[in-house]
C-alpha cells in the first residue's frame, strides 16, 4: 500500500472512530438481515413440502406463516436499523469532513486563496464530498454485503467440492488485476472531472459577483458562450469517465460468467467421467449463480471507492496545505507596549514569481502616531498596508514589531494588535451591527454607535430601514461605496487595536465627510500607531512622517509641508489638490 | 456571524406539482428520446443476456452433461458448443452493457448542459434587483450540486426504471394470462402499495427540498467566507465565523439524517408487503389446498410470481430516494428558470440619431422595500455637455447612473435618451452606447487584452490608443507578456488604482457616445489623473460625459456641477459660479480649505 493510500486510510479511519459502536451495530443488523433472507426461503420449502407430503395441517400452516411473517418483522427491524445506523455515520462522517475542511480553510492565508478561488473551494465541500460520503455509505454497505456473500458461497463451494472451487475461483486474480488498472484510470478521470467541475463553480460565482459588469459592457451572451465551453469539456470529461466506468462495472460480472463456464466445462467432464454426480453439478452451480450479484457489486463498488478516494485526496490537498505565515516554532510572547508601538520595515524585498520585484528594500517605522504612505498608483503601498497586516507573508528579518521579529511571533497574536480597513471594503450578508462588530462580538450597542460615529455613518445607518439590525446584501450590494467604506472604517475603529493600518480609507467618502472623520481619527491617532495609504494629502497633514513609494522604492520621507517643497511628485499632486481650495 | 445567511429558505415562495415538474423534465429528454430508447434496448439486451446464460447452464446440463445415453466425446463436443454460445451472450451482455452506459451518460450529459446553459442564460439576464436579494452561493448551487443530482438521476434511475416498470407490468399480464383469480389477488396489494409510495413520495420531496436550501445555505457561506478570508483573520472572527458554519453544517445533517430515517423506514415497508404476503399465501393458500379447492402447482407458481413481482418493486424503492432528491432540485431549478422577474426587455427601440442628449424628469425611486433615494430628481444634460454630480455619500449619485442604465425602474417620473425613455430603448443598444466606469472595479480572470475589450471587435490601433488614453503604460511596462498577461484570480494581482485605469480603457474602448466616470478615479493618484484628464479631453469634445467625483479638482472642469444631496439636485452651474454663489458647493470649497 502506498503511502497516500495509508494516509487516507488514516484520515478516514479518525473520522470513523466516534462512531465506531455504531458502525458495528449497523453491520451486525446487515448481516442479521442476510441471514434472515437466507432462513425464509427454507420456512417456504418446508411448508410446501409439507403440503406435498401431506403432513402439514391447518395450525402447522399457520404456525409457518407466522414464522415467516415474525422473520419478515425481524428483517424490517434490522434493515431499518442498518439504514439508519450505518448511512447515518456515513452522514455524521461528512459534516465531520466538511468541518475539517473549512477548519483547514480558516487557517489558510492568502497564498491559498490566489490559488484556489473560492469557487473550487465550495466545489470542494459539496461535490468532492458528496463522493466521499456516497462511498462511506452504500459503498460500504455494498461492499460488506458482496464480501460477506462470496464468502458464504465459497465457503459452501469449498465444502462441497474444493477441486471445483478452485477452478471457479480462477479468474479472480485476473478480475483483481483488471480491476486495479481501471481503477487508476477512472482515478485520473474522475480528478479530471471533478477539476472540470470547480472550474465550473468559480466561472459562475465570478460571472454573478461581477453581474454590473455584465450587465453595463453587455456581455451577458459572451459569458453565456464561455459558460457553454467550459460546459462542452465538462461532457468530454464527463464521456471519458463513463468509458472506464462503463468497463469496470460489467467486467466483473464478465468475470462471474467466465467463472461459470469454466464450472461447466471443468464439471461437465467431471460428470461425464463419473467422478461427480449430476445433483453435485447442480447444487454447485447454483451457488456460482448466487456468487453473480456480488461479483457484479464489486465492479460497481471499486468503482464508487475510486472516485470516492479521488475526491478525498482533493480535500486532503487542502487539508495538508498550510500558511505560508506558519505558527513559530517557538513563539516570542509580545513585546512591553506601554511606551506604544514601533513597528519597522528594514530591508523588505517582496517578488512574486522569479525576478519579479514587487518591494526593495524597503525602509520604514511607524509610531506611536501617524505615518503617511504616498506614491503614484501601483507602487506598492497596499502591498506594505498588507505586510504589516500580516496578510502577506515576509522573510525573516523584515518586519518588527518594538524589536522583536514579525516571524517569530504567532499570527494571530499579531492579528490581534492590529486593526485593518481594506482598500476593497469586505462586508459580509448580515446586520449593519454584526459586520461593524465582526472584531469584538461582545460590543455594545453604545460602543457599536460610538464608532460608527467616529465614522461619521451613525446617521445614515439610522435611516436604514432596520437601523443597526438591517442586513446588507452580499459583500454589501445595497450600500453606496462611501457606506461601505465608512462601515469597514467603523469596524476597525470598534476593533481598538494599538495599531490601525488603512488602505486608502477614504477614497469614496465626499470632503465634508472626509473632513469630519479626520477629526474624529485625531484623537485616535494620538495615542496609537497608524499607517495610513492614500491618495488624499488632506490625511497627511496630521502625520508625523510621509514616506513616498514609487516602483516598489522608498523615494523620499520627511514631513506633508517637507515634502511638499521639496519632492516634485508629491509637490505635484499637492498642489493639484490644494486648486480645489481657489474658486 | 449570526445574520440570516440562508437568506429566504426559497428562492422564492411556491412550489410545483410533482406532475408539474416531470412535465418539464421529460419535455427535456424528448429531444434525445432516441438515444434513450436506444439506451433501452440496450439494457433489454443485458437483461436478455443475463436470462439467456442460466438458459444456457440448464441445455448444458440437461443436453449433454446428464445425457447418459450420447457417447463421452458428443456430450464434451456438445458442451464445447454450448460453451462457444455461452461466451458470445456473456461478451454481447458486456458490450451492451459498456454501451449503454455510455449512450446514457452522453444524453444525459447533453441534456444536463442544455439545461445548465438555458438556466445560466437565464439567470445572467435577470435584473439586478434580483441579484441584489440573492446570495451568488445559491445561484451556482443551482448551476452545479442541483443539475448534478438530476444527471445523477438520469444515468443511474430512468432506464432501470423503465425496467422495472415493463418488468411488473409483463408479470402482471403473464399472471392474468396463466391465472386470473391469482392475478387479481396480487394486484389487491398495488393499491396500499401506491398510496404509501405517493405518501413517502410526498414527504420525501418536503425533506429534500429542505436538504437543497441548506446545501444552497451551506455553498453560500463557505463561498462567502472564502472570498473575504483576510478581514476574517484580521479580525479574529474565525471562531465566531466556525461557530456559525457549525450551525449551517449541523442543520445540514439533521435533515439529512430525518430523511435517513424516513427512508430507512420505506424500503423495509415494501419488503415487508412482500414478505407478509408470502406468510399469508402459505396460510391461506396452503390451507386452500389441504383443502383441495387448489392444486399445489398453483401455489407454487403464485409464491413464485410473488418474489417475481416483489423484486422491481424493491428495486424501485431502492432508487425512490435518488427520484426524490432530484425532483426536488428539478423543482429548485425550474421555479429558477420560469423566475418572471426579468430586466426591462423595452420596447427595443433605438433612437434614430443618437446624439447623447439625456433626459431626468421628476425621477423618484426607492430601492426594494427602502426609503426613496430620489425624490423627484430633474436633470437636462445637452449633447456633447460634460455635467459633474458631486453631493455626500448615499445622496444617490450612483442611484442615478443604475437608473440611466436601465438596471432599475424608477418609481416615478421618466428618463429619457434623446428623446425616447430609457424603459423602450434596447437596453443592449443603450449600454452599448454608454460607457460606464463604475464605482466598484471588477476585473475578470483573463487577459489584461480581454478585460479591456469583452470581446468586442477593436484594433489594434484603437487599443493602442486607449491604453495610452487610460495611461496603462507604466503597468504594462511590468507585464512581461503586455496586454497578454492573465489577471484577475489565478492570474497577476492588480492595485485598485490599476484596476480602474483598466475599467476605464474597457470604457473608452467602446468608443461610447455617453461617458459615465463614476468615482472612477478614485484609487488613482492626481498625477496620473490629471494626465488622463489631458489625454482623453479630446476624446471628450463633443461627447456627453457625467462625471461623479468627490476631488472638486476632478470636477471644476465641467460644463456644469450639480450638487446632490437627499436624492435631489441643491444646486447646479458653473465652477465659478457656484464658488460665488455661496451655497452648498462654495461651503464644500470652504471646507477643504479649512484644512490649510
Ligand atoms: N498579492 C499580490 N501578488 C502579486 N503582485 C501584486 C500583489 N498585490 C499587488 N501586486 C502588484 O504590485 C504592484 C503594487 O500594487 P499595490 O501595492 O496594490 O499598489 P498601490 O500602491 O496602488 O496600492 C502592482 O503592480 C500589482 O500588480
Ligand atoms: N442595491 C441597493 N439596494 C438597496 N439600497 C441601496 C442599493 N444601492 C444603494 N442603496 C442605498 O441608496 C442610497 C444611495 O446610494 P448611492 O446612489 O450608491 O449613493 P452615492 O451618492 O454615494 O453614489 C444609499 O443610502 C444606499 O444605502
Ligand atoms: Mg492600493
Ligand atoms: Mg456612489
Redesign the interface.
Known amino acids: 500500500m502506498n503511502p497516500e493510500t495509508k494516509r487516507r486510510l488514516r484520515l478516514l479511519f479518525s473520522l470513523f472512530r466516534p462512531r465506531l459502536a455504531a458502525l458495528a451495530a449497523g453491520f451486525a443488523a446487515l448481516l442479521a438481515v442476510d441471514a434472515m433472507q437466507l432462513f ?1 426461503p427454507r420456512v ?1 420449502r418446508d ?2 413440502d409439507g ?2 407430503a401431506g403432513s ?3 395450525q402447522s ?2 404456525r ?3 414464522v ?2 415474525a ?3 425481524g ?3 434490522c ?2 436499523g442498518w ?2 445506523l450505518i ?2 455515520a456515513s ?2 462522517v ?2 465531520d469532513l ?2 475539517r475542511i ?2 483547514a ?6 497564498p491559498f ?3 484556489n ?3 473550487s ?3 470542494l ?3 468532492d464530498l ?1 463522493a466521499v460520503q456516497m462511498a462511506c455509505g452504500m459503498g460500504l454497505v455494498a461492499l460488506v454485503d458482496a464480501v460477506v456473500m462470496t464468502l458464504a458461497c465459497i465457503g459452501f463451494m469449498l465444502a462441497m467440492h474444493p477441486f471445483l472451487t478452485l477452478i471457479a475461483v480462477a479468474p479472480l486474480p485476473f478480475l483483481a488485476l483488471a480491476t486495479a488498472l481501471l481503477s487508476a484510470r477512472l482515478h485520473h478521470r474522475f480528478a479530471a472531472a471533478q477539476k472540470r ?1 470547480a472550474e ?3 466561472f ?17 451572451a ?3 458562450r464561455a ?2 465551453r467550459i ?2 469539456s ?2 468530454r470529461d ?2 471519458r ?3 472506464v ?3 469496470l ?3 466483473s ?2 468475470m462471474g ?2 467463472c ?2 469454466l464450472v ?2 471443468a ?3 467431471l ?3 463419473g467422478a461427480v454426480s ?1 445433483g453435485e ?2 447444487a454447485f ?1 447454483s451457488y456460482l ?1 448466487m456468487l453473480t450479484w456480488p461479483m457484479m457489486a464489486f465492479g460497481w463498488v471499486a468503482g464508487l471507492f475510486q472516485r470516492g478516494m479521488t475526491s478525498l485526496s482533493r480535500i486532503m490537498k487542502v487539508l495538508d496545505s498550510r500558511p505560508v505565515m506558519a505558527e513559530p516554532s517557538e513563539p516570542l510572547p509580545l513585546p512591553a507596549m506601554d511606551k506604544g508601538v514601533r513597528i519597522e520595515l528594514s530591508g523588505l524585498n517582496l517578488d ?1 514569481g522569479p525576478g ?1 520585484r514587487l518591494l526593495e528594500g524597503i525602509e520604514l517605522s511607524a509610531g506611536p502616531g501617524l505615518l503617511g504612505i ?5 507602487a506598492g ?2 502591498l506594505i498596508a498588507a505586510v504589516v ?3 502577506l507573508p515576509v522573510a525573516d528579518g523584515c518586519l518588527f514589531i518594538n524589536g522583536v521579529d514579525a516571524n517569530r511571533i504567532s499570527p ?1 497574536a499579531w ?2 494588535l ?3 480597513v ?3 471594503s ?6 449593519v451591527r ?1 459586520n461593524i462588530a ?2 469584538r ?1 461582545d460590543a455594545g450597542l453604545a460602543e457599536i454607535e460610538a464608532a460608527a460615529r467616529a465614522a461619521a455613518i451613525h446617521d ?1 445607518i439610522m ?3 432596520a437601523g443597526y439590525e438591517t ?1 446588507i ?3 454589501g ?2 450600500l ?4 461601505k ?2 462601515l469597514a472604517l467603523a ?1 476597525a475603529i470598534l ?1 481598538d487595536k494599538p495599531v490601525l493600518v488603512m488602505d ?1 480609507p477614504l ?9 469630519e472623520i479626520i477629526a474624529n481619527l485625531r484623537k485616535i491617532f494620538r495615542n496609537r500607531t497608524c499607517i495610513v495609504a492614500s ?2 494629502f ?1 490625511l497627511f ?1 496630521e502625520a508625523d512622517r510621509v514616506v513616498v513609494i514609487e516602483r516598489g522604492r522608498v523615494t523620499d520621507r520627511g514631513s506633508h509641508r517637507e515634502l511638499a517643497a521639496r519632492n516634485p ?1 508629491y509637490a ?2 499637492a498642489a ?6 481657489k ?1 | 456571524m449570526r445574520g440570516n445567511f440562508g437568506y429566504f429558505e426559497d428562492d422564492r415562495p411556491g412550489s410545483f406539482s410533482a406532475g408539474a415538474i416531470w412535465k418539464r423534465i421529460l419535455v427535456r429528454v424528448r429531444p434525445w428520446w432516441k438515444s434513450v430508447l436506444l439506451a433501452v434496448v440496450l439494457s433489454q439486451v443485458v437483461v436478455g443476456a443475463g436470462l439467456a446464460i442460466p438458459w444456457l447452464v440448464k441445455e448444458a446440463l440437461d443436453r449433454y452433461i446428464t445425457a447418459a445415453g450420447l457417447a463421452p466425446a458428443e456430450r464434451i463436443s456438445g458442451i464445447l458448443r454450448i460453451a462457444v454460445l455461452f461466451c458470445a451472450t456473456a461478451a454481447t451482455g458486456f458490450a451492451a452493457n459498456f454501451f449503454q452506459v455510455v449512450v446514457l451518460e452522453r444524453c444525459g450529459q447533453e441534456i444536463m448542459h442544455r439545461l445548465r446553459q438555458d438556466l445560466f442564460a437565464r439567470i445572467i439576464s435577470l435584473g439586478l434587483p434580483f441579484f441584489d436579494r440573492q446570495p451568488v452561493g445559491r445561484l451556482v448551487t443551482r448551476l452545479t450540486n442541483d443539475i448534478q443530482n438530476m444527471h445523477e438521476m438520469f444515468t443511474s434511475v430512468i432506464v432501470t426504471l423503465f425496467n422495472d416498470i415493463l418488468r411488473m407490468a409483463a408479470i402482471v399480464v403473464i399472471l392474468a394470462a396463466m391465472n386470473p383469480v391469482l392475478a387479481g389477488i396480487l394486484l389487491l396489494a398495488l393499491p396500499p402499495l401506491f398510496g404509501l409510495t405517493a405518501l413517502f413520495g410526498r414527504t420525501a420531496r418536503r425533506l429534500f427540498r429542505d436538504i437543497r436550501a441548506t446545501v444552497a445555505a451551506l455553498n453560500s457561506f463557505v463561498q462567502e467566507c472564502a472570498s473575504g478570508m483576510s478581514v476574517i483573520q484580521i479580525f479574529g472572527a474565525e471562531d465566531r465565523v466556525r461557530s456559525r458554519f457549525d450551525e449551517l453544517n449541523r442543520d445540514n445533517l439533521v435533515r439529512n439524517l430525518r430523511q435517513i430515517a424516513v427512508f430507512a423506514m420505506f424500503m423495509p415497508v415494501i419488503e415487508l408487503f412482500a414478505t407478509a404476503s408470502t406468510a399469508v399465501v402459505i396460510w391461506r393458500g396452503g390451507s386452500r389446498v389441504l383443502e383441495g379447492m387448489m392444486s399445489i402447482g398453483a401455489l407454487a407458481a403464485f409464491l413464485h410470481y410473488i418474489r417475481l413481482f416483489f423484486q422491481p418493486v424493491r428495486e424501485m424503492s431502492q432508487k425512490y430516494s435518488i427520484v426524490q432528491s432530484a425532483v426536488a432540485s428539478a423543482e429548485r431549478i425550474f421555479l429558477l428558470l420560469e423566475t418572471t422577474q426579468q430586466e426591462p426587455q423595452g420596447g427595443g427601440r433605438v433612437p434614430r440619431s443618437p446624439a447623447g442628449a439625456v433626459e431626468f424628469r421628476e425621477v423618484s425611486f426607492a430601492y426594494d422595500g427602502g426609503p426613496e433615494v430620489l425624490r423627484g430628481f430633474s436633470l437636462k444634460i445637452a449633447p456633447g455637455e460634460t455635467v459633474a454630480i458631486v453631493g455626500p455619500t448615499g445622496s444617490g449619485k450612483t442611484t442615478v447612473i443604475n437608473l440611466l442604465e436601465g438596471f432599475y425602474r424608477p418609481g416615478r417620473g421618466a428618463i429619457l435618451v434623446d428623446g425616447v425613455a430609457v424603459d423602450e430603448l434596447d437596453p443592449a443598444w443603450l449600454r452599448r452606447f454608454i460607457g460606464l466606469v463604475s464605482q466598484e472595479t471588477l476585473i475578470l480572470p483573463a487577459s489584461l487584452r480581454e478585460n479591456i475589450t469583452l470581446g468586442r471587435d477593436i484594433g489594434e490601433a484603437a487599443l493602442a490608443r486607449v491604453v495610452e488614453q487610460a495611461r496603462l503604460g507604466p503597468l504594462l511596462s511590468r507585464m512581461e507578456k503586455g496586454l497578454d498577461t492573465a489577471v484577475g484570480i489565478g492570474g497577476r494581482v492588480l492595485s485598485a488604482g490599476e484596476e480602474q485605469l483598466i475599467a476605464l480603457a474597457r470604457a473608452l474602448a467602446g468608443d461610447p457616445g455617453i461617458l459615465i466616470l463614476d468615482e472612477a478615479t478614485a484609487s488613482i493618484d492626481s498625477a496620473t489623473e490629471s494626465l488622463i484628464e489631458e489625454a482623453i479631453a479630446t476624446t471628450l469634445a463633443g461627447r456627453t460625459a457625467i462625471v461623479i467625483a468627490h476631488r472638486l479638482s476632478t470636477v471644476r472642469r465641467a460644463d456644469r456641477i450639480v450638487v446632490m444631496e437627499a436624492g435631489r439636485i441643491a444646486e447646479s452651474g458653473s465652477h465659478e459660479d457656484l464658488a460665488a454663489a455661496g451655497g452648498r458647493y462654495a461651503a464644500m470649497l470652504e471646507g477643504e480649505r479649512l484644512r490649510d
Open positions: 425464509i417456504i411448508a410446501v403440503i406435498a402439514a395441517d391447518e400452516l399457520f409457518q406463516g407466522l415467516i411473517a422473520l419478515g418483522c428483517v424490517f427491524v434493515r431499518y439504514r439508519r448511512l447515518g452522514r455524521q461528512e459534516r466538511r468541518a473549512f477548519d480553510v480558516l487557517g489558510l492565508d492568502a486563496f490566489h490559488k478561488p473560492p469557487g473551494i465550495v466545489a465541500a459539496s461535490n458528496n467541475f465550473l463553480s468559480e459562475c460565482r465570478q460571472s454573478f459577483a461581477a453581474i454590473r459588469l455584465v450587465k453595463a459592457a453587455g456581455i451577458e459572451r459569458q453565456t459558460f457553454g460546459g462542452r465538462y461532457i464527463n464521456l469517465l463513463a468509458t466506468q462503463g468497463a462495472f460489467p467486467f460480472g464478465l460468467n467466465l461459470l463456464l461447466l466445462l464439471g461437465g467432464r460428470v461425464i467421467e449430476v453439478l447442480v452451480i449463480f512574486s519579479r504616498a506614491g503614484p498608483t501601483g503601498k497596499s497586516a500580516r496578510i494571530a492579528r490581534g492590529v486593526a485593518f481594506p482598500q476593497h469586505l462586508l459580509f450578508a448580515d446586520t454584526a465582526l472584531g462580538p445614515e435611516a436604514m430601514p442586513v446584501g452580499e459583500r450590494v445595497s453606496s461605496g462611501g457606506q467604506q465608512r469596524r476593533s486608502d477614497s469614496a467618502v465626499d470632503a465634508a465627510t472626509e473632513q491618495h488624499r488632506s497633514e511628485w505635484m499632486v493639484r489638490q490644494a486648486m480645489d481650495l474658486p
